[in-house]
């Protein structure tokens, strides 16, 4: 081991004091077919699989320890080649980045990114073949230390699988970016670099990692490490030789590269430089010169270290990951009552996929009510079609298909249906007073322990249960469509609810698998209400004169998944408009009702769009339906005017107390409305151009929360 390597180890771990460091254990076997005695190295952390392995300095320095062991041995002639595998069911899932955001200097993120390739470099620089068992989950730095191997099998039970550096505001820093595309072509390489970290970090599973020839052997998980030694020993006796494709590293390798820009355009709209500096050193990669690779993965790792985008992206991961699983303001679970049979109120499509995901979720029966045979034979059609679906998928098999839909039910007469039933759950239209007489039907027949949900968007939790005897038991609970996607569950404690109900509530979202949030009773709650002032602030700036595309234009550099006016068109403009119409009536001072939204919905309109060329374009005749003013910002004054809106709104959302912290308004949004990891939601982003300051005169977040430390 270099001195170099060990003092750079040595200062990161000094500052990270608190890291879970990694061991890397080596034994000695002998390899069967008499191929010869084998060094294999066995990364792990001393915990089960809930606690992954991961590289942090003190980690690497012992990586860095096993390979001198091994490095001695293979010069002496005493070994045949290196093995590196996992503990059970993890490989290792990449550099620790609780470590990461501690760091406040370029030199010390330097080390970092220095560290990692001084440590793994020596595998490919050992005398003898070396080889990386990925028998479990493999991320980042652990598909890294992997590619620095000779060659490398995969377990087809490998449940995930990928370099989601891009998705965090990082590169793949520890030799991703230059080896991969080496090894199996830059097309390949963008998309897993690239194009499954832009969609939501998508994972690959241990079949397509051999398909794509990042591993060259694919064995069952039973016996999986057996397995790869009897390969092993075949290809050292030369009885297995592994032939890799040829690198078309001509017009191939740019026109990848091309791809990978058009992807991240598409998703970030150059908002974001991680995936820009991936593709820059994948382009760099194309002659083959690997160290060159190596020195600007490391200058590209410390420098995005140093920017805002990694430390929201940690940030957000944190959000998803802790956060999420562990609500702020929830009542003991102890409190919570089981919940054995679910009741579900109308059976329109979203009452249909809320009978489908509770049914899938909790498999109690579920039963569907509405006001007449013909909808709630359809309600449960959809929910029997949608389990067939999965069976065809093969995601069940026909014995729980069997009983899935055994469980499902439809009955016009609440009584019947909702006697004992121990959670019931509202899907009725948005208007207070007919969810206020579905209220009284319902608590007229159902037990008295039995928890009242609304999945209303909008109206009052409290007003709907202002005229019931028991309105304790009444909770919101707002799903985000599509049910089955969008993690983001609100839910909404009323005037009256007790801490029994609420708890019950958060021990169903469990069940559920969703991200609970708790939020007061206040109009539009969270999501909607920040949505509504976002799009109102567009709608308002066309209404005075700007130009639409220059509207929409002006949002652009904020990354998100899509414009403002394609999700008006998703969410429906007829609902956009009566949201708006809720919060106009709450904060008229603040929320409008747009004259051109409001004829674009008498006009039965989809949308503001039309696609026959296949990109949105305009449609004429809601161009002809537009009215507007002579007022027209350029780009950057409508990106001001909206963020400024948005600040201001979070700023009266966090004194009103809709939710406990800024952390909660960020995590609503990345797992309701797919707001930009890289963005951190939204607050930290508000932070970082000085919106927060310049509006409500201070940050939402402390300095080093989602930024550097001061």
């Not at 010390?108 to 028998?135: C, M, Q, W």
């Not at 109690?364 to 998928?393: A, C, F, M, N, S």
């Not at 609100?490 to 169903?508: H, K, N, P």
């Amino acid at each position: 081991m270099s001195t170099t390597t060990t003092e750079l180890l040595k200062g990161a771990a000094e500052l990270f004091p608190d890291e879970v460091v990694t061991q890397a254990h080596v034994r000695h076997l002998d390899l069967p077919q008499g191929a010869g005695r084998f060094a294999l190295i066995t990364l792990d952390n001393g915990f089960d699989h809930t606690k992954p392995t991961t590289f942090g300095p003190g980690s690497l320095a012992n990586l860095n320890a096993a390979i001198d062991q091994v490095e001695k041995e293979a010069a002496e002639g005493t070994i045949v080649g290196v093995g590196i595998t996992g503990k059970p069911f993890i490989f290792a899932v990449g550099a620790d980045l609780k470590g990461v955001e501690l760091l406040k200097h370029h030199e010390d993120a330097l080390a970092i990114g220095k560290g990692g390739h001084e440590v793994f470099k020596r595998l490919s620089g050992l005398a003898v073949p070396t080889f990386a068992y990925y028998n479990g989950a493999a991320m980042g730095g652990g598909v890294e230390v992997g590619l620095h191997c000779s060659y490398r099998t995969v377990s087809k039970a490998l449940p995930a699988f990928s370099l989601p550096e891009v998705f965090l505001g990082l590169v793949p820093g520890w030799g991703g970016c230059a080896l991969l595309p080496n090894l199996i072509g830059a097309d390949k390489a963008v998309s897993v670099i690239i194009e499954n970290s832009l969609n939501q970090n998508r994972q690959l599973k241990g079949k397509q990692v051999f398909e794509l020839g990042i591993a060259d052997a694919l064995f069952e998980g039973a016996d999986f490490l057996e397995q790869s030694l009897i390969w092993t020993a075949s290809v050292l006796n030369g009885k297995t030789e592994v032939v890799r494709p040829e690198i078309d590293r001509g017009e191939g390798w740019d026109a990848a590269v091309a791809r990978g820009r058009a992807i991240a355009d598409s998703k970030v709209h150059g908002a974001a430089p991680a995936a820009y500096r991936a593709l820059e050193i994948i382009a760099a990669a194309k002659d083959g010169d690997l160290q060159q690779g190596f020195d600007a993965e490391d200058v590209a790792l410390a420098d995005l270290i140093m920017g805002g985008e990694l430390r929201a992206g940690i940030y957000s991961f944190n959000l998803v990951q802790k956060r999420g699983k562990r609500p702020a303001g929830a009542p003991d679970k102890n409190l919570a009552r089981p919940v054995t049979k679910v009741g579900v109120v109308g059976a329109g499509l979203m009452a249909s996929q809320l009978a489908l995901l509770f049914l899938r979720r909790l498999e109690v029966p579920v039963v569907l009510t509405d006001i007449d045979q013909e909808r709630v034979d359809k309600g449960v059609g959809y929910v029997h079609e949608e389990i067939d679906k999965l069976l065809l998928k093969g995601r069940v098999n026909q014995d729980k298909a069997n009983r899935l839909k055994g469980l499902v039910s439809g009955v016009l007469d609440k009584a019947e249906g909702f006697s004992d039933a121990d959670f019931i759950i509202e899907a009725v239209f948005e208007e207070i007073g007919v969810k206020q007489q579905v209220f009284a039907e319902v608590e007229a027949v159902a037990p008295a322990h039995a928890i009242l949900a609304t999945n209303t968007s909008s109206l009052s939790v409290s007003e709907m249960a202002s005229k019931l005897k028991h309105p304790e038991r009444v909770v919101g609970f707002h799903f985000f469509n599509p049910v089955a996607i969008l993690p983001l569950l609100e839910i909404v404690r009323g005037e009256q609810t007790d801490d029994a109900s609420l708890a019950t509530a958060f021990g169903v979202a469990k069940k559920l698998k969703k991200t609970a949030v708790l939020v007061k009773d206040a109009p539009a709650f969270v999501v909607n209400r920040i949505l509504t002032r976002f799009m109102g602030e567009i709608q308002n700036v066309i209404d005075e004169g700007t130009p639409v595309a220059v509207a929409e234009k002006g949002v652009e550099p904020l990354g998100l998944p899509m414009s403002p006016l394609v999700l008006l068109e998703l969410v429906g403009p007829a609902i956009g408009l009566h949201v708006s119409e809720t919060l106009n009536r709450a904060f008229p001072e603040r929320f409008t009702v747009s004259p051109n939204l409001t004829a674009v919905v008498k006009a039965g309109k989809r949308g503001f769009y039309v696609y026959d060329s296949g990109k949105p374009e305009l449609d004429p005749e809601v161009a002809a339906l537009l009215k507007q003013g002579d007022s027209v910002l350029t780009e950057e004054q409508v990106r001001d005017r909206v963020l400024d809106a948005v600040a201001q709104e979070i700023g009266l959302m966090l004194d009103e107390g809709v939710v406990a912290e800024a952390q909660d308004i960020d995590l609503c949004l990345i797992t309701g409305a797919g707001w930009p990891f890289h963005l951190g939601g939204i607050t930290p982003y508000l932070d970082r151009e000085g919106v927060s300051e310049r509006v409500n005169g201070k940050r939402f977040l402390a300095q080093g929360v989602a930024s550097v430390p001061a």
